[in-house]
Every structure is written in structure tokens, then in C-alpha cells.
């Protein structure tokens, strides 16, 4: 179970996951049951379970709760058929070769998820999207443009709830890019990251 273990430099994996194409940064925890497609995944970032991510910039400190689904693959609306038979030919047997221009399209499509973003349970984070350092997307929020960095957003499609801090603190926290320190200065600034946020910036704004 997540959080019932110590975790390492060395990225954990739990129990059936699919992964291809993926690159993992240092302590990231990948719950069970996730499947990756085309992913790089920042230090510190875990999921809860029962994830699929494709074609994706995850940053650091990402807090991705169960059932998220990010990037989700999109069908071609403009053909005849929606069906994805007209792209994965060779498993029905229909042509030697998959139609490779669409995958490209796809991959194409990516998504970018800051640092120290929160996405709620049951989340869907749509093809193209980016979301900025710091924001929360709500429960069973489908996201369908970018967000802000330290907004809220929730709702089917989302839509700005409120912004987490003034913009001067936010920006503040942007130029601290406190997600860049290294994980001994992290562990000796640690009792300050439960500071309110005018205090936090207040001490860090000029220090990196």
C-alpha cells in the first residue's frame, strides 16, 4: 500500500503497471494499476492507483490522486468512422502497417503538468493542455484548457474556481522554484514549508 513503505531515490513501482516510453525522476512512487504511455515523470511526483497518463511532462512534487486519466487519447473526428481500426490497421488484420501519421498527431498532442501540482480524484486532463506550478484541479474535473499556476479549478469543463494566493505571492513561489533545491537543503529548510506562504517568500524570495 502507498505510504506504508520507505521510499528511495529509486523510483517505486507497485504491483500491475504498464509502462512504455517512460523516464522517472528520483523518489516517485507509480501506485498500482497505472498505465504510461510517452511520460516523464519529475522528482518527488506519485500517483494513488488505477492511473493512465500518455504523452505527458509531469514536473516535480505532482499529487496525482486515484483514477486520473491525463491526456486522454483523442479518436479522429474528421474521417468516416471513429473506430480505431483506421489507425491500429494491423491488429484487425487489415494492412502490415498502422497508420503512423496519426500516432504522431497524438504524440504531438502533449500534455505539461508543473511542479507541486494537485489533480483531484477521477480527474481528466485533455490532449495539449498545460497546467501551471502549483494549481489544484478539483474532483472529477475535465480539464480542457490551461490552467494557471496556483489557481483552482473544477467542474466539467473546468473553469477558475479562485487563485490560491495573490499573484505577487505566486510569483514569488515561481521565482523561488523552491522544487529545485536539492534534497539536503529540502531536509534542512523542511519545518519552513509548513510557514504561511507570506513568511515562506518573505525568507526565501532572494535566496535559491
Request: proline residues 4%; hydrophobic residues 40%; contains cysteine.
Amino acid at each position: 500500500m502507498i505510504g506504508e513503505k520507505l521510499l528511495s531515490a529509486e523510483p517505486t513501482i507497485h504491483e500491475n503497471c504498464h509502462l512504455m516510453n517512460v523516464t522517472l525522476g528520483a523518489w516517485t512512487e507509480i501506485g498500482p494499476h497505472n498505465s504510461w504511455e510517452n511520460v516523464a515523470f519529475g522528482d518527488f511526483s506519485y500517483t494513488a492507483g488505477y492511473n493512465q497518463v500518455q504523452n505527458a511532462t509531469i514536473g516535480k512534487f505532482a499529487n496525482i490522486a486515484s483514477m486520473v486519466r491525463i491526456g486522454a487519447t483523442q479518436h479522429p473526428q474528421d474521417r468516416a468512422t471513429l473506430h480505431h481500426f483506421t489507425y491500429r490497421r494491423k491488429m484487425y488484420g487489415l494492412a502490415d502497417k498502422d497508420d503512423d501519421a496519426f500516432f504522431a498527431w497524438r504524440e504531438a498532442q502533449r500534455v505539461t503538468i508543473g511542479h507541486d501540482v494537485w489533480l483531484g480524484h477521477g480527474a481528466t486532463i485533455l490532449p495539449g493542455v498545460a497546467i501551471g506550478h502549483g494549481a489544484i484541479v478539483g474532483s472529477g474535473a475535465v480539464v480542457t484548457r490551461d490552467v494557471p499556476p496556483y489557481s483552482i479549478v473544477g467542474g466539467v469543463p473546468a473553469r477558475l474556481i479562485r487563485a490560491r494566493f495573490s499573484e505577487e505571492v505566486a510569483e514569488q513561489l515561481q521565482q523561488i522554484s523552491w522544487w529545485d533545491w536539492t534534497y539536503d537543503v529540502i531536509k534542512e529548510r523542511l519545518d519552513d514549508f509548513v510557514l504561511a506562504p507570506l513568511d515562506f517568500v518573505a525568507k526565501y524570495a532572494r535566496t535559491r
